[in-house]
């Protein structure tokens, strides 16, 4: 069984920084593609930042590019979202998740139903 456990959530102040870590157990990272998800109140859920294992290709949306960084600790299996010059609209529970099958990254990809196994979520809340 594969299980997910995201930490680092916090109160932020608009422009901070903030780093996120998704612990994994269950299943190596380099056999798994991941995704990170934010979900603000009355909004669907969005994918921030996707990965595969597969062939290491990344996934951004245009609007998050060059602030939000995924990146893995494969010896830890341990995943992480850096996300830099943080906004008030950033506020909402960022969740990890991870899945079996290995593709190429992108917009299509980068989506809920793509993933299998998810966290409990942690909130981020950006202050203006």
């Known amino acids: 069984q594969v299980h997910v456990v995201e930490t680092g959530g916090d109160l932020v102040q608009s422009g901070g920084s903030l780093r996120l870590s998704c612990g994994v157990s269950?299943?190596?990272?380099?056999?798994?593609?991941i995704g990170w998800f934010r979900q603000a109140p009355g909004k669907e859920r969005e994918g921030v930042a996707c990965f595969s294992s597969g062939d290491g290709s990344t996934y951004y949306p245009d609007s998050l590019k060059g602030r939000f960084t995924i990146s893995t600790n494969n010896a830890k299996n341990t995943v992480f979202l850096m996300m830099n010059n943080l906004k008030p609209e950033d506020t909402a529970a960022y969740y990890c998740?991870?899945?079996?099958?290995?593709?190429?990254?992108?917009?299509?990809?980068?989506?809920?139903?793509?993933?299998?196994?998810w966290g409990q979520g942690t909130q981020v809340t950006v202050s203006s």
């Open positions: 269950g299943a190596p990272l380099n056999y798994l593609s």
């Open positions: 998740a991870v899945g079996a099958t290995l593709t190429t990254m992108g917009e299509i990809v980068c989506r809920a139903g793509f993933f299998d196994y």
